[in-house]
């Protein structure tokens, strides 16, 4: 089970989470918690980090210390009954602030921030969570052990800020290291995000990385199930604040999961399961706020002919980008170059459609992104075959997505005529051939009569 964001953001909350673990737990389960840092810590550390080195100021890292003890020695309090338990866990957390500091004054009189020191700092969320919570435990009668992502066995290369796994020697260590401690009933609390290199350095996994955590290690010990804890009920349908009879989707495959959060659905991230959907371990959704709804549960292989389509999903702030030509019709080396431009300029490209005239080539690209594409386009084709390049920024893509619309003919014919009868004027369309999402384009000020009609197409807010 891992528990992030706002379901560990104050004492409370983690005694809140205490008691679900123990519910969960006193029914027969063995468990293990993965824990992410206090709601907003990892922002606050990467920037007091930042701030040390362009600034040097050690005064200001006095008042940032203090803030973060204060706000750390309230949740024991608030989190832990037990006073001898709870004066235990200050006294470990302390030494972890002294480290922090003096870390942090050593980056500000050094001036100069590495990956290896930010990776270090941003460390310490985690490690200040994982002790409380195991705290809290011990308070309410269950055994509990608190270890960092490097103690459970989690080894990564040296790439400090997005270290990628050893899967090999981690999957021996996490063996080795959690197992005994679950054979004797004790529940293990490991800090996510964090984990050690081969020199035993600490690395981070990169944002948001604690889901990944608690994938690598149910995938290791091969549990049943691995519970993502967050503050929503699921992945839906749609955005229920456009859509009022949005609704939770019960199961969906890894793959849907994978193309509804390409496109906005932002519930969990498909890299961070994928150690456990490859070993065939689901992963289930839940709520924090709201535990006893079923969630939704990420499966490796899920296709229900009736459900062709699952989900439609937004992406806002993007823009589109329209290269066209006569001379682009059959040159070859243009769709190359304009992504190599695009590339170069480190523009992430998001759709892509080239219709058989070869006339044009049209793009969606992040909108914060847009000048530097447009520049690169420019200067690339500077008196060339492409003759005009124009943009669009008051758009938004929706994507349609369903394992099941492989294969099955007709779901393009409604989606358009659904979005043709709304009045919603579609600029743009495009369909991997996986087949399990279309995605299009439509105009900023079409975009809620767009998602209602096509969740309206598809029912999917009746109960299945
Ligand atoms: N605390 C880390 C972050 O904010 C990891 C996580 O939350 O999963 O990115
Ligand atoms: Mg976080």
Redesign the pocket.
Known sequence: M?F??TSVADGYRIKNVASLIKGFYNGKNEIVAVV??L?????ELEEEAKRASDKGDAAEIDLFIKRLTKRHHDAVKEAIDDKEIAKTVIEGLDVEFNDLRKSLISISHLRELTDRSHSYI?SF??RLLAPILSGAMRSMGLDSISLTGGEAGIVTNSNFKNARPLFDITNDNVKKRLLPLIKARKVPVVS??IAVDKNGVIT??????????ASIIGADINADEIWIWTDVDGVMTADPKIVPGARTLPVISYLEAMELSYFGAKVIHPK?IEPAIQKGISVRVKNTFNPMHPGTTIVKDHKEIKDVVKAVTIIRNVALVNVSGAGMAGTPGVAARVFTALAKADVNIMMISQGSSEANISIVVDEASLSKAINALQSEFREDVVKSIVHDKDVCTIAVVGAGMAGTPGVAGRVFSALGQAGANVRMISQGSSEVNISFVVDGKDVEKAVIALHDEFNLGAER
């Open positions: 891992k992030g964001g992410s840092a709601s907003g810590v990892t922002d941003s969320g985690e996510g995000f981070t996994l990169g944002r948001g990385g604690s889901d990944y955590t961070t």
